[in-house]
């Protein structure tokens, strides 16, 4: 199944994200982030006979409203979040999935996987041939921000794990260039995850007691520019450390010491 992939600016921090087009002749729209005339031609090329996104963050979600009436396409959302994906595109969706549903795209389908860990609301969809339109699930180079308080450490590791095992054989990111190596880069966006909770740990145990002390302890480079979101970062770290039994998080007090 062909996977046609549009570059649109959007609120992203990387100033771009990446809609597509899943199907030949009959298509599945996803992440349109924006309106523009590149994302207008590929759509007009198709009969769009669906819009879904992987998650509702600003930057995936901006060109629903517009696309949903140009094409009059089937909206689709995760169930049980239909009031925030409503109130972040503007829509109310005509139909929601779950794992394993299969959205039919002329003669195949596109299977969705549960994937949340950087946004509560993340799936990604997965071809007959088994590439997956991952949304901000992985990227090729660099890390994915899984931040507190929506972003969840414990899931996300295991939405890379799971997806992983699947074995595809490309993924088509949210951001920046097509995976061609899935495997490797899924293992090392655990790896660095794995990394920075130990540094993490570390930090509270060689007596950090607050949260920015941890961050300092924990990141080794200058933040100028993302110290909020390391922070947020570190907080979700903090919190799967906690549920884990590692550390103690008070919340409320952003303080934290050993268990």
């Given at each position: 199944m062909h996977v046609?992939?549009?570059?649109v600016p959007s609120r992203s921090p990387a100033g771009q994200t990446n809609a597509y087009l899943v199907g030949d002749s009959r298509a599945l729209l996803v992440d349109p982030a924006d309106r523009t005339p590149d994302l207008d031609a590929?759509?007009?090329e198709r009969d769009v006979a669906h819009v879904a996104v992987t998650h509702t963050h600003p930057d995936h979600v901006?060109?629903?409203a517009d696309y949903a009436a140009e094409t009059g396409a089937t909206v689709?959302?995760?169930r049980g979040r239909e009031a925030r994906f409503e109130d972040r595109t503007g829509v109310v969706p005509d139909e929601t999935f779950v794992e394993g549903s299969v959205l039919s795209v002329g003669d195949a389908g596109v299977r969705v996987l549960d994937t949340p860990g950087h946004a509560a609301d993340h799936v990604a969809f997965e071809t007959p041939d088994a590439a997956v339109v991952s949304g901000d699930l992985a990227v090729a180079a660099g890390s994915v921000t899984v931040g507190a308080p929506e972003g969840d450490l414990r899931a996300y590791l295991t939405a890379l794990r799971r997806l992983r095992a699947r074995d595809p054989p490309v993924l088509h990111p949210g951001h920046g260039p097509r995976i061609d190596d899935p495997r490797a880069t899924l293992a090392r966006l655990v790896a660095h995850r794995l990394d920075r909770e130990d540094?993490?740990?570390r930090a509270v145990r060689d007596g950090a007691r607050t949260v920015d002390a941890v961050?300092?302890?924990a990141y080794d480079r200058d933040l100028s520019g993302v110290r909020?979101?390391?922070r947020a970062t570190v907080v979700a770290h903090l919190e799967k450390l906690d549920v884990e039994g590692?550390?103690?998080l008070d919340r409320a007090r952003e303080r934290v010491w050993p268990a």
């Open positions: 046609t992939s549009v570059s590929a759509v007009d901006d060109g629903v689709w959302c995760r540094r993490v740990r961050l300092d302890a909020e979101f390391a590692d550390v103690h």
